[in-house]
């Protein structure tokens, strides 16, 4: 058991993602940093999906009341526990009374505290995420609050690992971010797409969960901006009238009717939901054979980083 | 019929480019048979208008094997593949201003008595086309063409859930507050989306609707069967 002191803008409980439910208008949710998400996991022995934190920009401070062993990863959040630095990106073995404490991020966005065991809450539709407009999932389909307790599933106490230095995401710089072109490139001006794949787009404070919105040089349609309505995945790139890219992420509407330009590959998704407002990204494009093998590169990226930590 | 990649996880199967319940039956009959096949590698799909969005795993599934296997089952997908379509009955008051709050503003647009206008919305038949854009909002066409009417000039930022609202050709009910550019024409007390349900969205692809006429004290009485979980929606 855990006990919430402090909870930070927005942490929620976060698990593999709801999967099957598009079609009733309900997203996967899940996390939008999988690198770091996974990572956490393993770190503490979990299946890759299990239920743990996601927190926002801040990270909570909570109390421990049975002993367990967490692993925080993602966002370069200052953690401490009882006061003094702790290290992230590692198996950490708690006892009761301890406290611990993330701070504000100094890169990247998101922060992960898994749990060995993973957190015990409700699965509703297959799920632990939580889905915050929907009011789905997690704790009463809401952001934790001082005060909650969550309950751990029963664990053995992990090796204590940590990730090595060389696999350690770079959430700062300006990233790019590989696209495939569509699915309607076509309803774009060539000087459009131009601008889209040859220019920086700053991302704007008003970008969350559900998508990351980024101003930068107009995206400019051929013949308006409307389509019949249709299917949006993560990752899509959709340009309303303004020619100003939204980046639809995790917690995205299921369908839309503005254009989409192209969609960031499933493996940079992370690098936009990580890229703090005010920071810049760039897009290049990849065919989706291009894209099927860096995907298979990502999968293999979280192979073999973690090395035993002596005790 | 054209496959447009949407990234690296999902594929566009494009039927067309209008809105018509022709194109739409085999987006969705095209869905049931990839449901009924079990196609490998696909995780999940959804229907719109004249699209099924489908969601793969290219760890099991490359994009050229997925669009084959699609392509494989194209000239099955009529409505003559699909199973028999639910009815489900929504009650929902016209009468009272403070739910249907554009009734009259709608009926002055489009010349017509209010009554007339909630007769005309209140006895056709609805298709559900699809559930998209918030959790369980059905988008629905059979409205008679009398009452097409364009969408509002000014979308609201909130509209109540349960709004049965109409603009263009198409007719919805809100699922969650949000905003919205339709014309409010009434409520019902029925949760199309319930957090808190075992199935939490009522309305699926494919169902037919029909809007059953109730009065105010109707719809508090429904309203508070719907609140204290003992009302169930009439689905034949």
Not at chain 1, 32 to 41: G, P, Q, S, T, Y
Not at chain 1, 122 to 140: D, I, K, N, Q
Not at chain 1, 263 to 272: G, H, Y
Not at chain 2, 20 to 34: D, H, P, T
Request: glycine content about 10%.
């Amino acid at each position: 058991m855990i006990r919430i002191l402090d909870a930070g803008p927005q942490t929620t409980v976060q698990d593999g993602g709801r999967l099957g439910q598009l079609r009733y208008g309900i997203p996967p949710s899940g996390p939008v940093d999988r690198f770091a998400f996974v990572l956490a996991n393993r770190l503490v022995g979990n299946p890759d999906g299990a239920a743990a934190l996601e927190c926002t920009l801040v990270g909570p401070r909570f109390e421990v009341e049975a002993a367990c062993a967490v692993a925080v990863t993602g966002a370069d959040m200052p953690l401490s526990v009882n006061g003094k630095d702790a290290p992230r990106w590692a198996t950490l073995a708690l006892k009761v009374g301890d406290v611990v404490k993330l701070g504000h991020a100094r890169s990247g966005v998101r922060g992960y505290i898994a749990f060995a065991g993973g957190l015990d809450v409700p699965l509703v539709m297959g799920s632990r995420a939580t889905y915050l407009r929907g009011r789905l999932g997690g704790v009463e389909g809401r952001a934790l609050r001082k005060d909650d307790r969550l309950r751990l599933a029963p664990a053995a106490a992990p090796r204590p690992r940590r990730v090595e230095r060389r696999a350690l995401p770079d959430y700062g710089g300006e990233p790019t971010l590989r696209v495939v072109l569509g699915p309607q490139a076509d309803r774009f001006t060539k000087e459009g797409l131009g601008a889209l794949l040859g220019s920086s787009y700053e991302v704007l404070p008003q970008s969350d969960r559900m998508g990351a919105r980024l101003r930068g040089p107009r995206i400019a349609h051929t013949r308006g901006h409307d389509i019949i309505s249709d299917g949006i995945a993560v990752g899509s790139i959709q340009v309303p009238g303004d020619g100003q890219p939204i980046v639809l992420l995790v917690d995205r509407q299921s369908t839309g009717g503005y254009t989409k330009v192209a969609t960031v590959c499933s493996f940079d998704i992370a690098r936009i939901g990580q890229a703090r407002p005010g920071q810049a990204v760039r897009f290049r494009a990849v065919t989706v054979d291009e894209a099927h093998r860096l995907l298979r590169e990502w999968d293999a990226s979280l192979e073999g980083v973690m090395r035993e930590e002596s005790a | 019929m054209r496959f447009l990649p949407a990234g690296d996880l999902a594929v566009s199967v494009e039927f067309g480019e209008e809105i018509s319940i022709e194109i739409n039956g085999r987006v969705r009959a095209l869905e049931y048979l990839i449901q009924q096949k079990a196609l490998p590698g696909v995780v999940e799909t959804v229907p719109t208008f004249r699209a099924l969005q489908v969601y793969y795993d290219p760890r099991e599934v490359g994009y050229d094997a997925l669009c084959a296997a699609i392509t494989e089952l194209l000239p099955q997908a009529t409505t003559a593949v699909l199973p028999p379509s639910r009815l489900v009955e929504l009650p929902c008051c016209y009468e009272d201003p403070e739910l249907g709050f554009d009734l009259e503003v709608a009926a002055q647009r489009l010349s017509l008595p209010a009554g007339e206008l909630v007769r005309l919305h209140g006895g056709a038949e609805y298709l559900v086309y699809f559930i998209g854009f918030t959790p369980g909002l059905p988008y629905m066409t059979g409205m008679p063409e009398r009452i097409h009417i364009p969408r509002l000039e000014t979308p609201r930022t909130k509209t109540p859930p349960g709004s049965v609202s109409i603009g263009g050709t198409q007719c919805c009910v809100y699922s969650v507050e949000s905003p919205g550019g339709f014309w409010v024409l009434g409520r019902t007390p029925v949760r199309l989306y319930d957090p808190d349900a075992a199935e939490p969205v009522l309305l699926r692809p494919g169902d037919r609707v029909r809007f059953n006429r109730i009065d105010r004290a109707e719809y508090d009485r429904i309203l508070a069967r719907v609140e204290a979980r003992a009302y169930t929606p009439v689905v034949a």
